[in-house]
């Protein structure tokens, strides 16, 4: 089945997350992405260790995260800076229909990267970037992780407990950032199609993290509240809590009059719904310490089956807190394939890796080909390019590639 990317090229100059997981998306339907890389490979190859590293891959080769940013795509290496690099560059430019390069401004002109010198190339070059701030600001100059943008949206302080904040271990202002930089090189493809204009596409782990913290922000513009962290119960509404059975813990959130009723029946406190504290979803936070120490009594006297059986007998959205092991125990995860099981040279066996998040009933996406190794395709990338035998392994000697 064809992809919704078919006949699509991308160069991939990126690394970790965002960038790399927005061009395994637009991989996942169909582009056919080149990842470009360092000589001896990019130093995101062994995050998240979980094999051994083939013995040409000094970065590492074996990584889970490494697995699966960079699913679905060619692998070749190259040192853009060097003069018989720029002229590849150009090449691979003149082939291409979008790079994505979560680099520096500076990084990306001094590579000639920048939208201007891809333009000088192919007038209808796509150039998606990452940046960590976002340009105009006093801050667009710094280098960003995913830590910074959860920590400068507020999210962090509202997590934990006002004594330690906590930031979560799962990137979610880098993944955010991939899925809405992909999004937005689908838009700028499809405005291409239409006024056959290139553009750039910005994307910012901090405009991403503002973005989906905004509700909050504007709670405290508007109110001047100033939240503090409630561990894990909710702020505008309750129950909304993780609460401890006797064999583990689940999460539980109510909103809304009815589902509260429905609540109050469960746990055998039918005169709660008229009780003035709980008036509504805001008035049941804000006295969300009683709502809590009730929802915990009642979970303590049941097992998490049980308690998860009542609730859904309520209809009430509810759900056990697993370990990355549970997770994997999980039928559900396995029989709605969420997980697939996928082989990657020096892992023994297989592992799950999460195919496209997405479900596109005509044109979904696939898997084509795992993680490229260290330079896997750069002699058919170059030959491809019109190089011949003689002229790639004059540049390997020179270490161009």
Known sequence: MAGVLDGIRVLDFGRYIAGPFCAALLGDLGAEVIRIERREGGEDRGMVPVGAAPANEPMGGGGAMFIAMNRNKLGMTLNPAAPKGREIVRKLVATADVVVANLPPRVLRSLALDLDSLRAVKPDI????????????????????????QAMSGAVYL???????????????DFGTAFLSAFGTLAALIERG????????????????IAISNAMLMEQAATGVNRVATVNRAFNNGPGDIYRCRDGWIVTTVIGPYMFDRWCEMVGEPGWTADP?????????????????????????????????????????AGQVYSP???????????????????????PGTVPLAPTPIELSETPGSYRRRAPLVGEHTDEILARLGYSAAEIAALRADKVI
């Open 126 to 149: 796509i150039l998606t970037t990452v940046t960590g701030f976002a340009a105009g600001g006093r801050l667009s100059h710094k280098h960003g992780f995913d830590g910074i943008g």
């Open 159 to 173: 997590s934990g407990t006002p004594e330690q904040p906590i930031m979560t271990k799962v990137p979610w202002v």
């Open 194 to 209: 239409k006024t056959g204009r290139g553009q750039k596409v910005e994307g910012a782990l901090l405009r991403t993290a």
């Open 277 to 317: 504290r709980f008036v509504d979803d805001q008035a049941r936070a804000d006295n969300g310490g009683a709502i809590t120490a009730r929802m915990t009594a009642w979970c303590a006297e049941r097992s998490c089956e049980a308690a998860l059986a009542d609730l859904e007998k309520a209809n009430i959205v």
């Open 325 to 347: 092991q549970q997770a994997l125990d999980e039928p559900h995860i396995r029989d709605a394939g969420l997980l697939a099981e996928r082989e990657f040279p020096g892992i």
